[in-house]
């Protein structure tokens, strides 16, 4: 498959994300909740993966994927007034929702944009880049890792929190990708190791799975060595 393909295939994907998402906008804090039921704590390892960045107050922090917004309270809690949100998502329905939260809880220090991952220009001396549900839907994942990694203040941290195909019996493996599916998931997306770029990248990697092996935290670190 030539460069033009890829592209192009990759273009259609996007495409489709997006048209679900705009269906999605409406209800999607509440689809996220239900997930519950299955003993599923979003929330929890939202909050985790969150933890793994060891924010302080003041600091910049990029969120790629943000959705409505369900991360925002947490970061508030680490970076304080005195900090900055930058909320990347490719759905516009998406980001009304994420700005109408910032509104009912008068966050002034967030700042929403609507642009693929992959072509967002990260600003530099960033504190802290982070990704929740979100990354493994976007085809050119590795380009936006390499671009986190390019804008984090050395010492500072990328952390992913994101679904993986698991080592269950095929039966409950289909069963986990249909259950998924309304948030975009299909097998050849579960497929996809971000991880890998990430060790690739950074020069180091730390990958934790929860939910029996179909949930990862990942995390690198920017070092003072020169990028790959």
Not at 122 to 145: C, K, M, Q, W
Not at 164 to 173: G, H, T
Not at 187 to 203: D, N, Q, Y
Request: glycine share 8%.
């Amino acid at each position: 498959m030539n460069q033009i393909q890829i592209r192009n295939d990759n273009v259609k994907q996007q495409q489709g994300v997006r048209r679900l998402y705009r269906k999605r906008a409406k209800h999607y804090d509440l689809s996220a909740n239900l997930y519950y039921l299955t003993g599923f704590r979003e929330f929890a390892y939202r909050k985790q993966a969150i933890e793994m960045l060891k924010l302080k107050p003041g600091d910049t922090v990029v969120e790629i994927g943000c959705g409505t917004g369900l991360n925002f309270a947490y970061l508030q809690e680490k970076v304080g007034p005195t900090g900055k949100i930058i909320g990347v998502d490719l759905t516009g329905e998406m980001l009304e929702r994420a700005h109408a939260r910032c509104q009912v809880n008068g966050w002034r220090n967030v700042k929403l944009v609507e642009q693929d991952a992959s072509t967002f220009l990260f600003p530099r001396n960033i504190d802290g880049v982070i990704s929740t549900f979100a990354l493994t839907l976007v085809p050119e994942y590795h380009t936006v890792i390499s671009n986190a990694a390019t804008a984090l203040q050395p010492g500072k941290r990328m952390v992913l929190l994101d679904l993986q195909l698991p080592d269950w019996p095929r039966p409950l493996v289909k069963l986990g990708i249909l259950l998924t599916s309304g948030f975009g998931v299909n097998e050849e997306i579960a497929k996809r190791h971000p991880w890998e770029s990430m060790a690739t990248v950074f020069g180091n990697m730390e990958k934790t799975d929860v939910y029996f092996g179909a949930v990862y935290f990942a995390m690198s670190e920017r070092g003072t060595r020169q990028l790959q």
